[in-house]
Nanobody, 123 residues
Framework: QVQLVESGGGLVQAGGSLRLSCAAS????????MGWFRQAPGKEREFVAA????????RYADSVKGRFTISRDDAKNTVYLQMNSLKPEDTAVYYC????????????????WGQGTQITVSS
């Protein structure tokens, strides 16, 4: 079972950038698809981005395409989410996640969750 710890959250002005990191423990990281979800107050958790175990395939929610980039460094057992051109509607708790494939992850079939990190974008 992979364990996930997010970092990099905080407060940023609209138009700014942040990079989230998710450090994973466990030998299965390199064979797991990784991704990010977010949950805003009063809303359901939603998919943000996913990356396949090989790094060859990435998926994004339409709301973040062109602004967010997911990547992974298997040598560091870490997945990243680079967030640019942030908007107030990006404010949420962001959760790192692991799944078998990026396809299943996008559909919410998640094997492990991180504890979440808060992103607040001020207008």
């Amino acid at each position: 079972q992979v364990q996930l710890v997010e970092s990099g959250g905080g407060l940023v002005q609209a138009g700014g950038s942040l990079r989230l990191s998710c450090a994973a423990s466990g030998r299965t990281f390199s064979s797991a698809a990784m991704g990010w979800f977010r949950q805003a107050p009063g809303k359901e958790r939603e998919f943000v981005a996913a990356i396949s175990w090989s790094g060859d395939n990435t998926r994004y929610a339409d709301s973040v395409k062109g602004r967010f980039t997911i990547s992974r460094d298997d040598a560091k057992n870490t997945v990243y989410l680079q967030m640019n051109s942030l908007k107030p509607e990006d404010t949420a708790v962001y959760y790192c996640s692991a799944s078998t494939t990026s396809y299943t992850l996008q559909r919410g079939v998640v094997k492990a969750w991180g504890q979440g990190t808060q992103i607040t974008v001020s207008s």
